[in-house]
């Protein structure tokens, strides 16, 4: 085993070694520090992974995936289902991402346990088997694995929802369940029309197109797309995400927001486009439309949202909708762009859902109308709530800036009527997200102390600080220094992208 | 790395620096509030004044136009870089905007202290204050220097963030944030337009650098689409119509700020951006004639809605829209070097006048005009800068303001008649012909404000009003220097030389293009007798009355600046909230009540298949076997076929 297979297989080991542990363990405060200890181990692979030599060899043709380091091992021979593991510029910032956001989530709950019945341990273990499902999800190399860690995922995370969310959680949380898993019977189907086609599950031969007729292609497509674009998720597919996020606990919205969602994008670049890039090509117009309309739609339901998460939910719908132009566009430009877009969206969305969580904490109340006067009672809150909230909006300069911006100018690059209506439309949908986050920040922060507001005192807890602290940097190296993220995705995109056209 | 660049990229990292250190200081300090206070005064000021020099350094050091730059990021193909693009009109914008900026620094410790006016709980909070203007000058110097239109669109649009949060600074006024939001809202949209431009040009040139970008041969109806989108963000930035709503509004700001925001960032921003591209624009003669049109109406809408205002901000707001539209106007007619003279000029004499206002604002407690009156006598200091800088923004010669306007409007006078400019030469006629009229309109309102402010009998007779304090009289008498000798820095060769666009050739030896001596220069000089005359006239007649009473019918609609916020709400406001709600409305009912109608769908179909298997004996009986026989049938009529 090399070094490289080592550091796959401990990236899932760790956090799935680390669940067991706290399970373990009976003390609820001791079992919560393990499990923030192995979330810690586990982000040391997953940087790791990307550090080193990053050249591809190889003979032939040049595949569409070239991982830095794979594992190819037998899983079940009989069913030819491969252990296939691998990482590479496209998974590797997400990797880092998930890694990094487990960690902070753990570590939150190692000073607050959301209120709603649920132990501590519980819900840290159950932390830690998402990670492990989402992680998978990022570095399967293999159609049918691919699937199992996306299902991984599911329960966990449904779990959390029920067990510590709000008034209304099992409600959200059993319409996240079906209706993500309505998803995951589409993505099965498609997943099998591809392997029984092609005769192998094997993402790095089936990237191209590998000999798929045009028909499977489409059908291949279609099933694919509709499947993750629940997951993204993209208009109109979307209507699980407010709820689920309104009652989730605020370590799970920011999971749910910072990467769960980001399995969608992900698999939408490797598996749809990659596996069946004719189907793409045929479909990128009806993609494009589709993730303006979700820009255009999500920025005005916030405009007219009176719930704190609510709107930050849905704000993810307008911010995945630029991603998705992104990958619609099938050009250079559009990938990179949804590439950084979904790292941007992760950090920064993780943060505002850290924060409005921290005001709810704080006043009991989430409803905009009830919310006012916040610098005055607590300025510091208030002014990290502002700087979330600009850089959600796509300030040039801080992370969320690129993706927005070059998602428009791919769609300029691809030229001709449709290209350009959508990328003035998503322009525009660029100028109403400011207008919601700045009426969001004037009700929320501006204005004199509402009485909900005036009990709020102006101290940050060290643990509070701890975890937004790492993202608050983020948004300002990314936004920075874009190449941090895409300085490595620029080979991954291009070798896709050869094979697809 | 020359020396001259590494001068250029010190000048917008030194404030960015120590704006970030300012941002971590304690926002309301508690007990050591005094301590982080004079910290942060002390940053902000250093922060300006080493811009300042680092500004200064650079004009002394540069002799011919630099360019350096690193790839930023590479997006498939399109380069991003981070570099600067120095020549000599950089040089002179930045050394006006660090030394009005360093003025704002020094102004706001004075201005920005608990006054006798202020109730007991007033916190101003000045380490975030401080720390934002220091932002926003690193963020214009970003502009300033930038070679890059990404790298530009990133200053560009920091300013709108630090203008927002500058105008909300002002906690006791209801109306600031908002104001606030409305000023980052409307240049936000202009920039919708911005971004697509800056696109549509990288796209074409397949880089973003602003050398690349001039460099590559654009088809024309690439480079018109493109510079028309660069316009909105122009308008927006720079409070042309029809995205000048948020001006005047913005005057809910602390008066320092509104002294940054007019005199030498934000409003600055448009119309130096134009100048960095202007060779693209000289393409495309249809951007600029639309740009003329704009820079028309602007001007004398902004003029004439300073004539009718009672606050004393207000007019000086609306007077910097009026002196925009003379630069826009400048640039339309085909010369970027009086639009930067005229820039150049205008932001000392509006930084001195807003500052002056400010110190007249700290002493009688109120910015209306109807309740000042009579403060000449104990407010000499302020009462001459006022004067001077009011004279300055009339025209009055010598001051700087007459020869830079003089300088746009005899670049207007040869488009007109000579058609020397790009745009056809009813661009020309257009801008000289609104210039001219706006020269009689200005004086008027120049001198109604001195008059209400500083002559006949108080109104306020329980005041006491006196000179600032030394913090605030010193950045407002300093000021008063280049705002009354500023303009003969025109006949300067070297200063005209740098001002000067490169496009132009080799100055001929002797000449001094910037400032024209010629009998025209009489016309305006009798337009603004004539315009300070009739205000005075009014005046005289009744010196308690406000002269704006001559307006007559028209004074409300003035004031209200041809209620054109109006238009704007019912044309864009209530359109787009009435759609979001409906919007939003369709996504709950629709969208998601099919997913939950399909849920309660399943649900209703498996109760009723559930109620249909709870049947009595009999007729489960009756149902098993008729299950039978169909199976039965089925099997005997396949095997028949088969």
Redesign the interface.
């Known amino acids: 085993m090399t070094y490289g297979q080592f550091l796959l297989v401990a990236v899932l080991a760790v956090p799935a070694l680390g669940a067991l542990a706290v399970a373990t363990v009976p003390r609820d405060r001791a079992a919560r520090l393990v499990g923030t200890v192995a979330a810690g181990l586990a982000l040391v692979p997953a940087v790791l992974l990307g550090v080193g030599d990053h050249n591809w060899f190889g003979y032939g043709p040049s595949p569409g995936v070239r991982p830095w380091h794979q594992l190819d091992l037998p899983w079940v021979p009989g069913l030819d289902l491969r252990f296939h593991l691998g990482v590479d510029g496209i998974s590797w910032p997400l990797v880092v991402l998930t890694a990094l956001l487990t960690l902070l989530c753990c570590g939150y709950t190692l000073w607050r346990v959301p209120a709603g019945g649920g132990s501590g341990r519980a819900l840290v273990a159950l932390l830690l088997v998402v990670e492990v499902g989402i992680l998978g999800t990022f570095l399967a190399l293999d159609m049918v694995l691919f699937f199992l860690f996306f299902e991984v995922v599911l329960l966990p995370m449904y779990a959390i929802i029920a067990g510590w969310g709000g008034a209304d959680r099992r409600r959200a949380a059993r319409?996240f369940a079906?209706?993500t898993l309505f998803g995951s019977v589409l993505l099965l189907v498609g997943v099998y029309t591809v392997v029984a086609a092609a005769g192998t599950a094997d993402i790095v031969a089936l990237t191209g197109g590998a000999g798929l007729s045009r028909n499977t292609q489409l059908a291949a497509f279609t099933l694919l797309a509709v499947a993750f674009a629940v997951k993204s998720p993209l208009?109109?597919l979307?209507?699980?995400l407010p709820a689920a996020h309104t009652q989730a606990p605020t370590v799970g919205s920011v999971i749910l927001a910072g990467v769960l969602l980001k399995m969608g994008t992900y698999g939408l670049i490797r598996v749809a486009v990659g596996v069946a890039p004719e189907g793409a090509r045929w479909a990128a117009p009806v993609l494009g439309v589709l993730a303006v309309a979700a820009i255009i739609?999500g920025s005005?339901?916030c405009?007219?949202?009176d719930e704190l998460k609510r709107l930050i939910a849905y704000s993810s719908v307008g911010h995945m909708g630029f991603v998705l132009l992104g990958v619609a566009t099938l050009?250079?430009?559009?990938?990179?762009?949804a590439l950084i877009g979904n790292i941007a969206h992760g950090i920064i969305t993780g943060l505002l859902f850290f924060l409005a969580g921290a005001v709810k904490d704080r006043a009991h109340t989430g409803a905009l109308d009830e919310l006012s006067g916040l610098?005055?009672t607590a300025?510091?809150l208030a002014?990290l709530l502002?700087f979330a909230a600009?850089a959600s909006l796509g300030?040039?300069?801080l992370a969320g800036?690129?993706g927005e911006?070059?998602a428009?100018?791919?769609a300029?690059?691809r030229g001709g009527p449709l290209w350009t209506t959508l990328?003035?439309l998503a322009?525009?949908g660029?100028?109403?997200t400011?207008?919601y986050f700045?009426?969001l920040?004037?009700r929320v922060t501006?204005?004199r102390p509402s009485p909900a507001v005036d009990r709020v005192g102006?101290g940050l807890a060290a643990a509070e600080l701890t975890a937004w602290v790492p993202l608050v940097l983020l948004a300002l190296a990314v936004g920075l220094v874009?190449?941090l993220v895409?300085g490595y995705a620029?080979g991954p995109?291009e070798a896709l992208l050869e094979v697809v056209r | 790395m020359s020396a001259t660049t590494l001068l250029g990229a010190l000048l917008p990292v030194v404030p960015l620096a120590a704006a970030l250190v300012g941002l971590l200081l304690p926002?309301?300090g508690g007990v050591g509030r005094e301590r982080s206070r004079r910290t942060a005064a002390g940053l902000g000021v250093a922060g300006a004044a080493v811009a300042l020099l680092v500004a200064v350094a650079l004009l002394v050091t540069l002799d011919r136009p630099v360019e350096a730059s690193t790839t930023?990021?590479?997006?498939?193909?399109?380069a991003v870089t981070l570099g600067v693009r120095l020549d000599g009109a950089a040089a002179l914008v930045a050394v006006a905007v660090t030394a009005v900026a360093l003025a704002v620094q020094v102004y706001s410790i004075g201005y920005l202290r608990r006054g006798p006016h202020d109730d007991v709980d007033v916190d101003h909070?000045y380490p975030?204050y401080a720390a934002q203007i220091t932002l926003f000058t690193a963020a214009m110097l970003l502009v300033v220097v930038s070679g890059d239109l990404?790298l530009l669109?990133?200053g560009?649009?920091?300013m709108g963030?630090c203008s927002?949060?500058l105008i909300?600074h002002d906690?006791r006024l209801?109306g600031?944030?908002?104001a606030a939001?409305k000023a980052?809202?409307v240049t936000?949209?202009g920039?919708?337009g911005f971004?697509?431009g800056i696109?549509?040009l990288?796209?074409s040139a397949g880089s973003f650098r602003i050398a690349d970008v001039l460099a590559h041969d654009h088809s024309t109806g690439m480079l018109t689409a493109a510079c028309l989108l660069l316009l909105a963000g122009v308008a927006g930035k720079s409070a042309q119509f029809p995205l000048h709503t948020w001006l005047p509004d913005a005057m809910a700001g602390p008066t320092p700020i509104s002294a940054l925001i007019h005199a030498a960032t934000m409003v600055a921003a448009g119309v130096y951006a134009v100048t960095r591209l202007y060779p693209l624009f000289v393409q495309a003669p249809v951007a600029l004639a639309v740009l003329g049109v704009m820079a028309a109406i602007t001007l004398l809408l902004g003029a004439f809605a300073a004539t009718a205002q009672d606050d004393i901000k207000r007019v000086l707001a609306w007077s910097t829209v009026s002196q925009i539209g003379y630069m826009t106007g400048a640039l339309a007619v085909g010369s970027p070097s009086a639009a930067l003279f005229h820039l150049l000029t205008h932001a000392a004499f509006k930084a001195l006048l807003f500052l002056a206002a400010g110190a007249v604002i700290h002493g009688v407690g109120t910015t209306l005009m109807s309740r000042m009156g009579g403060l000449r006598t104990t407010m000499p200091v302020t009462f001459w800068c006022t004067a001077v800088g009011l004279g300055a923004l009339a025209g009055v010669p010598p001051l700087a303001g007459f020869w830079s306007k003089e300088g746009v409007l005899a670049a207007a006078e040869s488009a007109a008649l000579d058609g020397t400019g790009p745009t056809p030469a009813w661009v020309g006629w257009l801008v000289w012909l609104a210039g001219l009229l706006g020269v009689a309109v200005t004086a008027w309102y120049a001198t109604r404000l001195l008059l209400r402010t500083f002559f006949g009998a108080t109104r306020i007779p329980l005041a006491h009003p006196h000179d600032p304090p030394a913090v605030m009289r010193w950045p407002v008498l300093l000021l008063a220097v280049p705002a009354a000798l500023l303009g003969l820095a025109g006949f300067d060769h070297g200063f005209a030389h740098r001002l000067l666009f490169p496009t132009v050739p080799v100055l001929p030896p002797g000449e001094a293009l910037l400032v024209h001596l010629a009998p025209a220069l009489l016309v305006p000089v009798a337009l603004l007798l004539l315009g300070a005359g009739l205000a005075w006239a009014g005046w005289r007649r009744d010196p308690a009355a406000d002269p704006a009473r001559a307006l007559g019918p028209l004074r409300p609609v003035f004031a209200r600046a041809f209620r054109l916020d109006d238009v704007q709400h019912a044309l864009v406001v209530r359109p787009?909230?009435a759609?979001?709600?409906v919007?939003?409305t369709g996504?709950e009912v629709v969208?998601?009540g099919v997913?939950e109608g399909s849920?309660r769908g399943a649900y209703r179909l498996g109760g009723g298949l559930a109620a249909l298997h709870r049947a009595a004996l009999p007729r489960a009986a009756v149902a098993v076997l008729a299950g039978a026989l169909l199976i039965g049938l089925a099997a005997v009529l396949i095997g028949a076929g088969a």
Do not use: C, N
């Open positions: 319409k079906l209706y208009w109109p979307h209507s699980w739609v005005l339901v405009l007219a949202q050009t250079t430009t559009g990938l990179q762009a610098r005055e300025p510091r002014g502002g600009v300030l040039p300069g800036f690129w911006a070059f428009v100018v791919a300029v690059r990328a003035v322009a525009v660029g100028a109403l400011a207008a700045l009426r920040l004037r501006h204005g102006p874009p190449t895409l620029t995109v | 926002p309301d930023w990021v590479d997006l498939g193909g399109l909070r975030p990404i669109l990133v560009w649009e920091v963030l927002y949060l909300a906690r209801p600031a944030p908002a939001m980052f809202l936000r949209v920039d919708v971004l697509l696109a549509l990288g796209v787009v909230t759609l979001a709600t919007v939003r996504d969208v998601d997913v849920g």
